[in-house]
């Protein structure tokens, strides 16, 4: 039953990601581009989503434990430190170059692109290297 | 498919995963997060926790079911050079993971409890995006 769950809030979120059309890299790159015919579309996706999740986290903050299982982080990192700031610009500039970010790209996994699953090992790749290299440096 | 509509139900219904995920579990919907874990797992032979399988299972399924019950089409993508992609994908794999997130736990998670560190790293890959899809219709790459 529990995994059950899980698979539909899964589901949920790729479903709102094809929905509001997140799963075309054409529609993230027309975002992108303020100065080249801008589809301001995803203002409105993000928008819609925040407007449930931030009065929702607001009023967890009183609860202890999650509804069925697992606990809630107990603190967040808050620092606004240079791993953060160089991390979010790779991740952008990566973003902006093809239109599509880790979510979409693994929904998409449906329309049995080569170039989707090329894109993913990448990112995998990607993520190891970078793993490795901040193991190595502390 | 553009329609105001679509992104907005659309954007409701990734909220709502992102508030069941961490009312019922504590979870945080952060993909980059989710499939980094996925990955790292398959090489310590640990399943002890499977939420990562199940809800990516879950990502793709919800995708592949909206397309076939709302008869939406198959978006065309775009045919970019092979370096692009692998640049691209890479960029994305070693930006989340030295930043702490992506377009979902920052965006959605960490803007949803109003963290300004996570509205920082927002603002900043919105920004560089910006310039590398820019810098891509500039030269006419795509």
């Known amino acids: 039953m529990k995994r059950l769950i899980q698979l539909l809030i899964g589901a949920l979120f790729g479903s709102g990601l094809v929905l509001s059309g997140m799963t075309d890299p054409s529609n993230i790159r027309a975002f992108l581009s303020p100065f080249s015919g801008w589809n301001p579309q995803l203002m409105l996706v993000m928008a819609s989503a925040l407007a449930v999740v931030i009065p929702t986290f607001f009023l967890l903050k009183r609860k202890e434990k999650p509804l069925i299982s697992g606990s809630f982080m107990s603190s967040h990192p808050s620092a606004i430190d240079k791993p953060l700031i160089i991390g979010a610009s790779l991740f952008g500039l990566g973003w902006g170059l093809y239109g599509y970010c880790p979510g979409p790209a693994i929904t998409a996994l449906v329309y049995g692109q080569l170039d989707t699953l090329i894109f993913i090992i990448a990112m995998f790749f990607g993520m190891f290297a970078a793993k490795l290299l901040t193991a190595l440096k502390y | ?142």
Request: proline letters at 4%.
């Open chain 2, 1 to 142: 498919m553009n329609t105001a509509i679509y992104s907005i139900s659309g954007g409701l219904l990734i909220g709502l995963s992102a508030i069941l995920a961490y009312t019922l579990f504590g979870k945080i919907t952060g993909i980059s997060g989710i499939s980094f874990q996925a990955i790292s797992k398959i090489k310590q032979f640990s399943i002890t926790d499977k939420w990562p399988w199940v809800f990516l299972t879950g990502l793709v399924l919800g995708g592949f079911l909206t397309h076939q019950l709302l008869h939406i089409p198959t978006p065309e993508l775009p045919s970019s050079p092979l370096w692009l992609v692998i640049i691209s994908g890479s960029l994305v794999g070693i930006g989340s993971q030295i930043g702490s997130g992506c377009t979902s736990g920052h965006g959605i998670c960490g803007i949803g409890r109003l963290s300004k560190r996570s509205i920082t790293a927002t603002l900043i890959f919105m920004l560089t995006g910006v310039i590398a899809s820019e810098t891509i219709n500039f030269l006419g790459i795509l």
